[in-house]
């Protein structure tokens, strides 16, 4: 009923994949005074799929949505303004698990770019990975260095919605407990909660809010012309399913918090790196939908966007990022802007690992800030670029730029944090652009492969429309 994937190899013959592989095994048995595999850390990253950093409690939610995640941040290092690389899952993990930016939908491995696993299954680590979202199939490369792979399959009935985070973490403890002993683990788990549809165990967990302040504030995100048809009725629906959405995040908490504690009660939490991100946000009925996704919205007021895979706003993109581990500061809280490639250059850093080149920086090396220069999200044919921290540019596909007269918008983030109020500043803008091209021109992966038909009938499954996710929008 699920898929568990053995070991897989992918032999690259390039120069420079061969040189680095060639450094990592030396490393791996402890040249050059290194340590040796059963000396590293375990390492644990857990990627939540469609997690908000403000629905957090510890980023400044004003409800108790993640209790046992901020116990654990406050021995921590919290990343306050952490991006993620696109905002859908396939792009965005593939991103995440290679360090380097892309501009492809597809969400493949490409062979010639190392991952996680790839490093540290050549480092002598029990590699374990276990993914409630479907997207993550063997057979675009992502079973490739596990020891033991498991992701959710598309049942041919029943549900969609993916494994329970608590099952995921059954999953997860049982491969575990399968590993050998005395060597170090590295453990990915991506529970699908809190995506849609939003179905917590306990429905009641938090109930809708209704507030002067609040309703206010979706009356300004929406189009003028729809702002009458927004009947008390179906503002407590968007406020319902909201609450529904903190319920999954506390569900997911809980888990999170169990998995931990089995850890412990294994011996084998006090060395571990601990990571937690996300792939993406969500929308949360707060902004106007683009126009060619109107008609297959969900809910009443098809006019607000609700999903993600559209947009790269910072709901879309602002996803948490906290790392706990021998040598990770504890209660340190940190503003620079960080994106998903910064995750496995760090990762590899506090295993004592090299990384293979990458686009982002280990963000514990002593010269992280100064190597940061400008952030990149993309979907499809779209794309966003952050500036120094505080300008975001975001350019829309091709297509929505013909189709609906649609224009690069720029956002300054320091005055506008939720990105509200465009600003109008044409040589800024234009020069963003012109970076942004750079970055699309240089990240086009040679023999690249887009959304094939199967790729299709799972985001079908997965509850996307047509137009969402799609190269061509």
Request: proline share 7%; aromatic share 8%.
């Amino acid at each position: 009923m699920f898929e568990v994937s053995p070991r897989t190899r992918v032999r690259i013959d390039t120069q420079a994949r061969a040189a680095w592989l060639l450094a990592a095994v030396l490393l791996a048995v402890g040249c050059g005074g290194g340590a040796t595999s059963r000396e590293r850390p375990n390492v644990l990253l857990i990627s939540v799929d469609t997690l908000r950093a403000d629905h957090l409690s510890l980023y400044g939610h004003d409800r108790a949505t993640s209790p046992r995640i901020d116990a654990w941040a406050e021995g921590a290092t919290v990343f306050e303004r952490h991006f993620s690389a696109s905002s859908w899952t396939a792009p965005s993990m593939a991103m995440l698990f290679t360090g380097r930016v892309r501009s492809d939908n597809s969400g493949k491995l490409w062979p010639d770019q190392p991952t996680l696993a790839d490093v540290f299954d050549e480092a002598g680590y029990y590699t374990i990975g276990v993914s409630s979202n479907t997207l993550l199939a063997d057979a675009r490369g992502w079973g490739r260095s596990f020891d033991s792979y498991e992701r959710y399959p598309i049942p041919e009935r029943g549900p969609r919605n993916g494994w329970h985070s608590s099952e995921v973490v059954d999953r997860a403890l049982a491969a575990l407990d399968a590993a050998p002993e005395g060597v170090p683990v590295f453990l990915w788990v991506m529970p699908f909660d809190p995506h849609q549809p939003y179905l917590p165990s306990d429905p009641t967990t938090f109930s809708a809010r209704n507030s002067t302040g609040r309703h206010d504030r979706f009356l300004r995100a929406m189009p003028a012309q729809a702002r009458e048809r927004l009947t008390p009725e179906m503002y407590r629906g968007i406020e319902a399913a909201i609450a529904l959405y903190e319920g999954e995040i506390a569900q997911v908490d809980a888990s999170i918090g169990r998995l931990f504690d089995e850890l412990e009660r294994r011996g084998r939490l006090e060395r571990t790196v601990r990571v937690l991100t996300a792939d993406h946000g969500e929308g949360l009925w707060q902004r106007a939908a683009p126009p060619d996704t109107v008609n297959k919205e969900k809910g009443a007021i098809p006019e607000l966007y609700s999903t993600h895979g559209a947009m790269l706003e910072p709901e879309q993109i602002h996803v948490p990022l906290i790392i706990s581990g021998p040598g990770v500061p504890a209660g340190v809280r940190r503003s620079e802007p960080t994106w998903s490639v910064d995750v496995m250059p760090t990762i590899l850093g506090l295993a004592g690992l090299d990384a293979p080149p990458t686009d982002g920086v280990d963000l514990f090396a002593d010269d992280a800030a100064s190597r940061r220069t400008e952030l990149v999200s993309f979907i499809s044919r779209g794309g966003s670029i952050l500036a120094d921290g505080r300008y975001q540019l975001i350019v829309p596909t091709p297509k929505r730029a013909e189709k609906y007269g649609l224009t690069p918008v720029l956002y300054d983030l320091h005055e506008d944090p939720e990105a509200r109020r465009p600003i109008d500043d044409p040589e800024l803008a234009a020069e963003l652009e012109a970076r942004l091209q750079v970055w699309w021109d240089s990240r086009r992966h040679e023999g690249e492969d887009e959304l094939d038909d199967e790729d299709r009938a799972v985001l079908e499954a997965l509850g996307y429309t047509d137009g969402e996710a799609d190269q061509e929008r």
